[in-house]
Every structure is written in structure tokens, then in C-alpha cells.
């Protein structure tokens, strides 16, 4: 895991290289402003001389500006190395989701998502910043330090190495082994929590309707509860580890003074060092501290690693030929013998489904709710690929295709057509990035709505607000009729378009819609059956099978299911009612 996130780094190399080389300076500089300004004092307690002092006097000075400079710089350094590295990761994560889309993921909650895309990776900047960076400069202090010391004495050199050894890698590996669970678990809850939270909020007027309150904040206080305990041992095993380190430094400090001074009184080691040889031990734990935090964030940061790659690594269910084919001109749409499950062990949603879109075609798919009508369109669209039998885009099999190009070729229309909080330029924009403003202006007047964007005080930069809230439920579905205008593609998928409109909406969406059909293939599914006079070919299908074909007129006469469904339809409108 560590090995697979230090991969990572390899485009950050150099930059990488050159933090851990001020990291080290900034700690030799402080080693040596420490022992030399202890060294001075003591060497001038002896009045020597003014000139026997030079050298070390311009070194203190030169230690004292180069540890700050040294510092910045690192910071400076690191910091651009992690940030860099996070907007990488994050960008390579949301780009494994995409093709996840939507079948690698319907075992995960979007608060979820969001909390690994986003607190999950921010946590490996622990790893970064706080890991691997600080163990390379510790080591490097550790092998100064100790060959340092090792010119005054072997045996200060071996206490040294000791008690660095103590604190670099016995804190660390206890902090590790009392807060790893707890990592593992902080990230968990904080990922529930994200989840609940988000539910929360995309379901608040439902909560307020059903007066759910106070179930609904008893959920978030139980997992918000769960997380602050977890986090208050994790507190308690970072303040034992600081605390340790504390102690090992100042024992350090005097086991070398208890071993030193015999060697002070027996002429191997001069007076004026002793005092130069605790500081250095003292500044030398200014690199070893830090390991004991770095050892107590791993667990948490291993479980964000794991828990990003978890998704990350799931294989996905439709995937690109390699090479794919060349897209024909041919624009025709057929289902051969079309069968699917969404997973395995599932009852399977369509059987045997077969039918055919010529170019410039309209077939209506009808049926109840559950025959598995917006599968089709998920099949069409390739986000799923069929158990059995084919589905074929002038004449060659979706599968050979390359999903991008397939789906420039195909606009959908859903009743849950998803708008983004942002302007209608933006909304706009995202089927045709390249689209000017007259073509904007074009479709918004075909869909009907170009009167109201243009009373608007911003016009086009007028804001939809949050999935379109600020517009009705046919203003909504009118923009994303506009939408698949500016895309221009031959195809049109029209999923359930009208399911969440009034009869009067309804009818002024689909005199927007009729004009926006002229010249396309249209591949109307509904389970509301206004307009299916002006379709070629209706199919009936009920628990995934085609139960009856035919004109609206051929299926009126047969008194079949459409029948009794239009007949039902009927009656609700004449008597004041809805289908919905």
C-alpha cells in the first residue's frame, strides 16, 4: 500500500528530492547554531583570544539566517510537492469513477463518495508531508548525529543512536500499535457521517413533511458520538506519544552529560565541548519527534489509502474495445434478442427484446411501472451492456463501439435530467462546449424558453440554482430539451420526459419537444400515452417482455393491455384526475 502511494510521487521526483534536502538543512543548521552558540559561550568563559573564535562566530551566523531560510524554503517546497500530488490523486480518482458509472457503483451512497474523494485523499497528505518526507530527514539526522559524535567517543555515538533509535521507531511503532484500529475506524465513521449528513440534506423536505426530525438528528448524534470518542482516544494515544518523545529527548540529554563528563575529566574530550555535545543529541530530536505523529496518523491515512483504492480498483462493467471501430453514418438503432439482469442471482428485466430504429423513425415503448421501459434506454446509451443478444448502431454492435463516441451520437431526455448549480450558459455548455450564443439562443427557442431567460436580469448568466430549483418542472425539462438540441445528435432518447408534470405542463413541453423531434430518430419511453398517434411503432412491454406491437391505431383495435391503459388514462383525465 505505501509502496503503490510513494508511486505517486515519481512525476514529483526532483521536487520531492529537493524538500528532503532543506528538511535536512534546516536540521543541520539548527544542530549547529545549538552547539556552536553552547560552544562560544563556553569557549569565551576562557577569554581567548578574539581571533581563535572567528570561525565559529561566523558559522553561528550563518546557521541563524540558514535555519530560517532553510525552513521557508522546505515548507515552501513540501507543501507545493502535496498539493500538487492531492489535485493528482483526486483527478485520477474521479476519472476511475466515471467509468464505474452507474453499475460499479450502485453498492455505494454519493455521501460516501464524496467523503473518500475528498477527505480520503486530503488525508494522504499525512503520508506525504508527514511520513515519508520526515523519515527520510530523520534518518539522515541519525547518521549525522551519530558520526558526529562518533568522532568524540564510540560510546556517545552508541548511546546517541540509541535512544534516536528509541524514540524514532519505538514511539512511533507504540503510537502505531494503540491508534492503527482507531485510524481504521475514525475514517469509517467520518465517512458514515458524511453519508448521513448528505442524506440529510438532499432529503430535508421530505424530513420536514413527515416530521422525521428528531429521528433524523438522533441518527446524525449516534454516528457524530461514535466518531467523537473514537477521536478522543486518538487524542490520548497523540499527547502519549508527544509526551514520550519529550522524555527520551531530555533523558538523552542527560545520559550523554553522565557520559561525557568522565571523558571531560580525564583530557579525552576538552571542557568547552561538553555542553556542544548534549545540545547536539537536543537538536537532533527536532527531526525524530515528528515520526511519532507520522506513526500515529498512518493507521487513519492507510484506511483513506485503502478505502480510495478500493473503489478505484473495482474493474468496469462496460468497457472500450480495443481498438474500437470506426462510427458508421448509418444511424439506425436495433435490439437483437435483448436480454438483462442487473446482477447476477436478479430476475432478469427484459427478455428476448427485439425492435428496430430506422433513421428518422419514432417508436413509443409503453408499458407499467417496473416492465423495465428505462432500461432500454440505459442499453441504448451503452451504460450497461446486454446478457444476451445485441444491441446495434448502424448495423454494428454497440460493443465495438467506443462509448464516447456512441453516446455523441444519442441526447437523452429523463424525467430526473440532472442541472447543474450554475448559470444556463453553463447547463447549456456541457452538450456542446464549442456552442456560441446564437446557437444557444437558437435552442432556447425551439424548447420554449428563450422568453423567460431573456427577462431574466443576467440572461444566459442567470442562475438555476441547486439541480434547478429555481425553475419549474417544465421549465426544467424545456431546458434539457435544449440541451439535446445544442448536442445535435440524430439520435433522441426520450426517458419518462413528462412523469413529473401536470396535464397543462405537460402539454406545453411536448409542442416544445414536437420541434425538436423534426429530422431525428426518436425513441420515446412512457408509461403516459399522449401523442403515441404520431409514433411508427409502439411496443407493449410488461415484466420485460414485448406483450404487443403495433400502430396506436392497430393496438386500440386490439383491445389488448394498451387498450385498457389508454381507456384508464381516459377516464382519470376526463374525470379531473392524473396519472400522477
Known sequence: MMLRLAGFLRPFGRRAALAVALGVATIASNVGLLALA???????ALKPELAALSVPIY??????????????????????VTFRLLSGLRTWFYSRLEPLVPAGLQGHRSGDLLDRLVKDVDELQNVYLRVFSPM?????????TVA???????????????????????????????????GREEVRLRGELEAVIVDGVQGVQDILAFGAEDEQGRRLAAVNGALSRVQRRMAFVGGLQGALGELLSNLA???????????????????????????????????????????????????????????????????????PSPMPEDTSL??????????????????????ELPPGGRVAIVGPSGAGKSTVAHLALRLWDPEAGEVRFGGQDVRELAQEDLRSRISLISQDTHLFNGTFRRN??????????????????????????????DGLDSW????????????????????????DAPVLVLDEPTANLDTVTEAEFLEALREAMEGRSVLMITHRLVGMERMDEILVLDSGRIVERGTHAELLRSGGLYGRMYALQSTMLSTGGGIR
Do not use: K
Open 253 to 323: 540529554v542527560l545520559v550523554l552529560l553522565v557520559l561525557a563528563i568522565p571523558l571531560v575529566t580525564s583530557g579525552a574530550v576538552r571542557g568547552v565541548y561538553l555542553a556542544f555535545l548534549a545540545l547536539v543529541i537536543l537538536g537532533a530530536f527536532e527531526a525524530i519527534n515528528p515520526l511519532g505523529e507520522a506513526f500515529w496518523l498512518l493507521g487513519r491515512s492507510r484506511e483513506a489509502a485503502e478505502r480510495i483504492f478500493e473503489v478505484a480498483d473495482e474493474e468496469p462493467r462496460v468497457v472500450d474495445p480495443a481498438p
Open 334 to 355: 436495433e435490439f437483437r434478442g435483448v436480454s438483462f439482469r442487473y446482477a447476477q442471482g436478479e430476475p432478469q428485466v427484459l427478455h428476448d427484446l427485439s425492435f
Open 59 to 80: 558559522l553561528v551566523r550563518l546557521f541563524g539566517v540558514s535555519r530560517g531560510f532553510a525552513r521557508y524554503a522546505e515548507r515552501l517546497v513540501s507543501h507545493d
Open 428 to 457: 447549456l455548455l456541457l452538450a456542446a462546449p464549442e456552442a456560441t450564443d446564437e446557437e444557444i439562443w437558437q435552442a432556447l427557442a425551439v424548447a420554449r424558453l428563450d422568453g423567460l431567460v431573456r427577462r431574466l436580469p
Open 136 to 144: 527520510l530527514v530523520a534518518a539522515a539526522t541519525t547518521l549525522g
Open 148 to 182: 558526529l559524535l562518533w568522532t568524540f567517543s564510540p560510546t556517545l555515538a552508541l548511546a546517541a543512536l540509541a535512544f534516536l533509535l528509541a524514540a524514532g521507531v519505538g514511539v512511533p511503532v507504540l503510537a502505531n500499535a494503540l491508534s492503527s484500529r482507531l
Open 38 to 44: 553552547a560552544f562560544l559561550i563556553a569557549a569565551a
Open 464 to 487: 438555476v440554482g441547486e439541480q434547478g430549483l429555481r425553475l419549474s418542472g417544465g421549465e426544467r425539462q424545456r431546458l434539457a430539451v435544449a440541451r439535446a438540441l445544442i448536442r
